[in-house]
């Protein structure tokens, strides 16, 4: 039990870093630019190959 304990206090820790790290550095938490299920925006500054492929197939099928 000892060790759930520290391991969930150790992760609250972390977070916490990470969070604050967010907050004062005013940047976006970046994901990757290609797939996901949903259409979002990419914050990537250059769109990656798998995101410019997905996007001129969806433009080829829209016109």
Do not use: N, P, W
């Amino acid at each position: 039990m000892m060790y759930f304990i520290v391991t969930f206090v150790v992760m609250l820790v972390v977070i916490a870093i990470m969070a604050i790290g967010v907050i004062f550095g005013r940047r976006a938490i970046k994901g990757s630019c290609g797939g996901g299920m949903s259409k979002a925006e990419c914050v990537c500054v250059e769109k990656c190959d798998k995101r410019k492929k997905m996007e001129a197939e969806a433009h080829l099928t829209q016109g």
